[in-house]
């Protein structure tokens, strides 16, 4: 069909017709808040590198996750900071851990709310890195028992799925197993499959303060130039257990959203990260953006190249604009 027969304005003349036709929807139930919990009690820290988000302690932390929930956002993403760290991270799987502190006033508070929690231990480690260092070197193998027991523990204090951000080789397959001879054969696992060493993490690791203290993680996150490593590290996570896989970031690796959607039928997340909130926060402070069109443009972006659920920081702001 050719102009003039054919008018595509048409549908477009109103908003109810463009409303009718709409391709992709963006939904309150698409979001997941991440959150940070800290020691202590009644803080609540701004933290300069993303506007608008904060530290919380437990006692704090019930508050954002109310008002999510009561805008319609189904879950939560934690992330801990240790009042110690050690080489071996051991506050990421302490009983009495920051995280799981949280996780139980979490639950206690907002049953309903689906609580997910970020595995890793860059946060719990002295040296930043997301496993165990030997001579300056991040041992795989050394840190999967590290990792599952971080996972378990956090299933024992009723996180309701748990998601290993580490990247390193097997870890799915040791928590897994782990989860399963304890009990917990029910929890899911989120997997952070194809993570890439991305500069946009920058606000996020003054947030969670989990910047390594030498070298960088090249060795174990993702070179940004490769899209095919991108299927192979999903398929593998898939074939050791994972319920969910992730992508991450988000906005700057859209193709590879895509590409793995086409490859898999799992649920699959993409991760809205923190240089990426940063960024639109700032141009819209000074006046060049419009705050909320630009961040519903880029998570409706997210969710058509084929993300069934987005971790964001707009998170609230974003269910309340869509509801």
């Known amino acids: 069909m050719l102009f003039p027969d054919y008018r595509p304005r048409r549908l477009r003349a109103s908003k109810g017709l463009r409303r009718m036709i709409r391709e992709t929807q963006l939904s309150p139930d698409d979001l997941i808040l991440p959150l940070f919990a800290v020691g202590g009690r009644s803080v609540k820290n701004p933290i300069d590198a993303l506007p608008g988000q904060f530290q919380y302690s437990v006692d704090n932390l019930v508050t954002p996750a109310r008002e999510a929930f009561a805008a319609g956002v189904p879950a939560v993403i934690l992330f801990g900071i240790p009042e110690r760290k050690d080489p071996l991270g051991t506050s990421a799987y302490a009983k009495d851990g920051i995280v799981q502190k949280a996780v139980a006033a979490l639950k206690n508070k907002l049953p309903e709310l689906v609580v997910i929690t970020d595995v890793c231990l860059c946060q719990y480690t002295d040296h930043g890195h997301c496993g165990v260092v030997e001579g300056n070197r991040v041992q795989n193998d050394a840190s999967l028992e590290l990792l599952a027991r971080t996972a378990l523990s956090h299933a024992a204090a009723g ?6 951000s580490d990247m390193m080789d097997g870890r799915v397959a040791e928590i897994r197993d ?5 009990g917990f054969s029910h929890t899911p696992i989120m997997a952070y499959s194809a993570k890439y060493c991305s500069a946009y993490y920058g606000p996020f690791r003054e947030a969670a303060d989990s910047a390594p203290k030498f070298g960088d993680r090249r060795t174990y996150q993702m070179d940004p130039a490769n899209a095919l490593e991108a299927v192979r590290e999903v398929t593998l996570d898939i074939e050791e257990g994972a319920d969910i896989v992730m992508v991450k970031p988000a906005l700057a690796y859209l193709d590879i959203i895509c590409r793995v959607r086409q490859e898999i039928d799992l649920p699959l997340a ?6 990426e909130y940063a960024m639109i ?5 000074m006046g060049w953006l419009d705050e909320t069109d630009v961040m519903l443009e880029s998570l409706t972006a997210i969710k058509r190249a084929g993300a069934d659920m987005i971790l964001t920081y707009f998170a609230t702001k974003a269910a309340r604009a869509v509801a």
Not at 159 to 164: H, L, R, T
Not at 178 to 182: A, S, T
């Open 281 to 285: 926060k700032a141009a819209a402070k």
């Open 159 to 164: 996180a309701d799925m748990v998601a290993p």
């Open 178 to 182: 782990m989860l399963d001879e304890n």
């Open 270 to 275: 993409a991760y809205n990260v923190s240089g």
